[in-house]
């Protein structure tokens, strides 16, 4: 395939291929307001986490964990600071992971809550259960249980492939701008229509 030359022509940052929601954000700015609750998101957990009893084995992975991903948030908003499309590549990589995790996990609920006669899905998702969930003295029927799980891992999914395709067009946009600025492409600097 080869590649067209545009020499100088400007560069629009307004196309729609750089808007969100419907066509009213920019991409850059959705991606900010995506690392921001990202980033609350996870200092929430890392508040909770701290105060959640469980192991400190557990707990310290966790808390790595959580650490790692704060820090791939805060890479993001200095990457939209910078307008450096290469510092948005490790939240790429952690979104497509998490929406790809929320979709097998829903696959499993699925196939657990349709073989639950089956004694090693059985022992494994009462094993799940004991290690994961403390639900005090409450019993809870397991076909609810999973399928409140399964509809959770659907809605979260949703939420982050919408965010990875956010992000990615934001990505997208900061390649685009660097290249045009590198051919001295004058950047057409205006405010979008707004409707009335």
């Not at 750089?18 to 850059?28: A, D, K, L, P």
């Not at 022992?123 to 403390?134: Q, R, S, T, V």
Request: neutral net charge; charged residues 20%.
């Amino acid at each position: 395939m080869e590649k067209v030359e545009f020499g100088n022509a400007p560069f629009d940052p307004f196309q729609p291929r750089f808007m969100c929601c419907c066509g009213s954000i920019h991409v850059e700015k959705g991606t900010k307001i995506i690392g921001i609750i990202r980033l609350v998101l996870v200092i929430l957990s890392i508040l909770a986490y701290l105060g959640y009893p469980v192991e400190v084995s557990n707990k310290i992975f966790a808390l790595v964990l959580l650490i790692i991903i704060a820090s791939i948030v805060i890479l993001l908003l200095v990457g939209i600071k910078k307008e450096n499309h290469r510092y948005l590549l490790p939240y790429l990589i952690l979104e497509g992971f998490a929406a790809l995790h929320c979709f097998f996990m829903t696959i499993f609920m699925i196939v657990i809550l349709l073989n639950m006669e089956n004694e090693h899905l059985r022992k494994f998702f009462d094993d799940m259960k004991e290690a994961g969930m403390h639900l005090g003295n409450e019993k809870v029927d397991d076909s609810a249980l999973l399928s409140s799980l399964g509809a959770y891992f659907i809605l979260v999914g949703i939420l982050f492939t919408w965010w990875f395709s956010v992000i990615y067009r934001c990505y997208k946009y900061f390649k685009e701008l660097a290249e045009a600025r590198e051919r001295g492409a004058v950047v057409v600097s205006y405010y979008p229509p707004t409707s009335a």
